[in-house]
């Protein structure tokens, strides 16, 4: 413990204490040059006992305290000198003490860092290492290596009482002042529109076209959710239960095919009903959002809840195991996380304000990303088909959707990541609240991917990356990493597919290839701002060319529509060829 902390915060309150007021320049340098903390004198100094750090100041202040009679009583110079002395001594030591503030706050920053790492990887040991209550402390194969085991259970997800990065920093002025400027800007948005619509229409009246026409058919979407959950609820934990019961036999194995029809069915329901709907009666892009969204959550859903379940079951089948109970897979249907646990550490109380508040945060980000579509890329992109085609004007469209995009990616961020689980979080009491971590001081794509979402992360990581790893017997790590990249951008691209209405392989392209690349590139190794600023223009260009190409498309599939359906029709974009 004591190695991880080079200077320690009570010994940087005793040590500022220690700096008499009128001590000389020279002191003062050589007490910096003590204080350096790659010296291996000051490590020695840290570590030796604390009362003889004690004597030492005693004794270093007995001295002080002898000198300054002889001091008070040199006679003094004219007030001319004394004053030039003042004058030269005070500049110096208001630098120092500026200095000495700042390298405190750089040491405690270090000290909280490395001190919640320590407390984070004791708390997962000891949650590793207690076993459930109501069953038997699993024994250890002699072959630690063997497929029948499952894979690297000393790095499964473990939940604990936390509070989201957010929500803490909110705490400190400075960043509820940024938070503030946000809400500004989209004050400014609405005095803009007002403004427009009065100039040009004489009359005051925020009209939300854009956002009536996303959530068009909002309750028929609603209404399929219905036969989604409930096949999610039901099939799972059915299959489950008919595996769990210890006859064997042929008896057993019909319960085994009944079992796997049941999530043959579940599947089917999932993968075409969201599907035909949204396709039959053409869901504009927000109903689509919710219907995909839930479609997907509840693959990944019942995916953990079986892949954690079903091994146990399997091997102590005929051992009086039981499935685990029905309110607890209810409780996984909603709460923020896709890691399946029969139990999770749960708050004391539910904040119905903090609740009201998230959520009215996230409405808010909805106004706000309608806001910055219909003001700044409806007017730019409405009308680029009806140009001739050129690279200055595809290159310009980029540079100016790269606002707007980088906008809508904080807003996406805040309301889904933050408002929105948050609040879902704190109705069912669930403690772990670390759906994101702090992906904006990444200096690497590496780490930007592992902490922008931290939900989807954990089940990429336990059941893509570590299975994988335990199918190639710990080896091939790349095609593990690579497996986690295929199935995330397929995943993304078909959102988006499914969210627009076309195939338009932007998406996949960025993640799949670009990032791909950049993850390699860009590894945890690059630290420092110029690798963080890099990051971020790299998120600016990013996302600039994903609204901008998707923008074109958009408008050039209403433009021009097609004469003839055919598969290539379908899979050519049309921005390409569209120009009226």
């Given at each position: 413990m004591t190695r991880l902390f080079h200077v320690p915060?009570?010994?940087?309150?005793?040590?500022?204490?220690?700096?008499?007021?009128?001590?000389?320049?020279?002191?003062?340098?050589?007490?910096?040059?003590?204080?350096?903390?790659?010296?291996?004198?000051?490590?020695?100094?840290?570590?030796?006992?604390?009362?003889?750090?004690?004597?030492?100041?005693?004794?270093?202040?007995?001295?002080?305290?002898?000198?300054?009679?002889?001091?008070?009583?040199?006679?003094?110079?004219?007030?001319?000198?004394?004053?030039?002395?003042?004058?030269?001594?005070?500049?110096?030591?208001?630098?120092?003490?500026?200095?000495?503030?700042?390298?405190?706050?750089?040491?405690?920053?270090?000290?909280?860092?490395?001190?919640?790492?320590?407390?984070?990887?004791?708390?997962?040991?000891?949650?590793?290492s207690y076993p459930p209550q109501d069953r038997p402390v699993p024994s250890i194969p002699s072959d630690s290596l063997s497929k029948t085991r499952e894979p690297s259970l000393g790095k499964r997800k473990v939940f604990i009482i936390r509070k989201s990065l957010l929500d803490e920093l909110m705490e400190v002025q400075h960043f509820r002042t940024i938070y503030h400027m946000f809400i500004a800007g989209l004050c400014v948005f609405i005095i803009t529109t007002l403004a427009i619509d009065f100039i040009d229409e004489g009359r005051l009246m925020l009209e939300f076209d854009l956002l009536i026409f996303s959530f068009g058919q909002l309750p028929l979407a609603l209404v399929t959710w219905v036969p989604m959950f409930l096949s999610t609820l039901l099939a799972p934990y059915q299959a489950l239960r008919l595996w769990v019961r210890s006859q064997a036999g042929v008896a057993w194995t019909l319960r085994v095919g009944l079992g796997c029809l049941l999530l043959a069915a579940h599947t089917a329901v999932?993968?075409?009903?969201?599907?035909?709907?949204?396709?039959?009666?053409?869901?504009?892009?927000?109903?689509?959002?919710?219907?995909?969204?839930?479609?997907?959550?509840?693959?990944?859903?019942?995916?953990?809840f079986l892949r954690e379940t079903v091994p146990?079951?399997?091997?102590?089948?005929?051992?009086?195991?039981?499935?685990?109970?029905?309110?607890?897979?209810?409780?996984?249907?909603?709460?923020?996380?896709?890691?399946?646990?029969?139990?999770?550490?749960?708050?004391?109380?539910?904040?119905?304000?903090?609740?009201?508040?998230?959520?009215?945060?996230?409405?808010?980000?909805?106004?706000?990303?309608?806001?910055?579509?219909?003001?700044?890329?409806?007017?730019?992109f409405a009308n680029m088909s009806r140009e001739p085609f050129s690279t200055r004007a595809l290159v310009l469209s980029i540079?100016?959707?790269?606002?707007?995009?980088?906008?809508?990616?904080?807003?996406?961020?805040?309301?889904?990541?933050?408002?929105?689980?948050?609040?879902?979080?704190?109705?069912?009491r669930f403690g772990d609240r670390m759906f994101y971590r702090d992906w904006w001081n990444s200096t690497s794509f590496s780490n930007y991917y592992r902490t922008w979402n931290v939900v989807v992360h954990d089940w990429l990581y336990s059941y893509v990356y570590q299975d994988g790893l335990w199918l190639l017997s710990g080896r091939a790590r790349g095609a593990a990493m690579l497996g986690v990249f295929l199935v995330s951008a397929v995943v993304h691209e078909y959102?988006?597919?499914?969210?627009?209405?076309?195939?338009?392989?932007?998406?996949?392209?960025?993640?799949?290839?670009?990032?791909?690349?950049?993850?390699?590139?860009?590894?945890?190794?690059?630290?420092?701002?110029?690798?963080?600023?890099?990051?971020?223009?790299?998120?600016?260009?990013?996302?600039?060319?994903?609204?901008?190409?998707?923008?074109?498309?958009?408008?050039?599939?209403?433009?021009?529509?097609?004469?003839?359906?055919?598969?290539?029709?379908?899979?050519t974009p049309r921005s390409w060829s569209c120009h009226i």
């Open positions: 915060y009570r010994g940087l309150r005793e040590l500022s204490a220690l700096i008499p007021e009128d001590v000389s320049d020279s002191s003062l340098t050589f007490s910096l040059l003590g204080m350096r903390l790659e010296g291996s004198h000051t490590r020695t100094h840290i570590m030796e006992p604390r009362a003889a750090r004690r004597l030492r100041r005693r004794e270093r202040l007995g001295g002080d305290q002898k000198d300054q009679p002889s001091r008070e009583g040199e006679p003094r110079s004219g007030s001319a000198a004394g004053g030039n002395t003042e004058t030269h001594r005070g500049p110096d030591l208001v630098q120092w003490t500026r200095h000495m503030q700042a390298v405190k706050a750089q040491l405690l920053e270090q000290a909280q860092g490395q001190l919640t790492e320590l407390l984070d990887r004791a708390i997962r040991e000891a949650v590793q999932l993968g075409i009903l969201p599907v035909h709907v949204a396709v039959e009666y053409e869901l504009p892009p927000a109903s689509r959002c919710v219907l995909v969204f839930e479609q997907v959550r509840f693959l990944m859903k019942s995916y953990s146990s079951t399997l091997r102590a089948r005929g051992e009086g195991i039981r499935a685990p109970s029905f309110s607890s897979y209810l409780y996984f249907l909603f709460c923020p996380t896709l890691i399946y646990r029969e139990t999770y550490p749960r708050t004391p109380s539910i904040r119905w304000n903090y609740v009201a508040k998230n959520f009215a945060q996230a409405l808010g980000c909805v106004l706000y990303a309608c806001f910055i579509l219909s003001r700044l890329c409806v007017p730019i540079m100016h959707a790269t606002l707007p995009g980088i906008f809508m990616l904080l807003l996406i961020f805040f309301a889904f990541l933050h408002c929105w689980l948050n609040a879902f979080a704190e109705m069912l959102i988006f597919c499914f969210v627009l209405g076309f195939f338009y392989p932007v998406m996949l392209m960025l993640f799949l290839v670009i990032g791909g690349l950049l993850n390699f590139m860009m590894h945890d190794q690059h630290t420092g701002p110029a690798w963080n600023v890099l990051m971020w223009t790299m998120l600016f260009l990013g996302q600039g060319i994903q609204v901008s190409l998707y923008c074109q498309e958009w408008y050039a599939r209403r433009h021009c529509p097609l004469t003839q359906t055919t598969f290539w029709a379908l899979m």
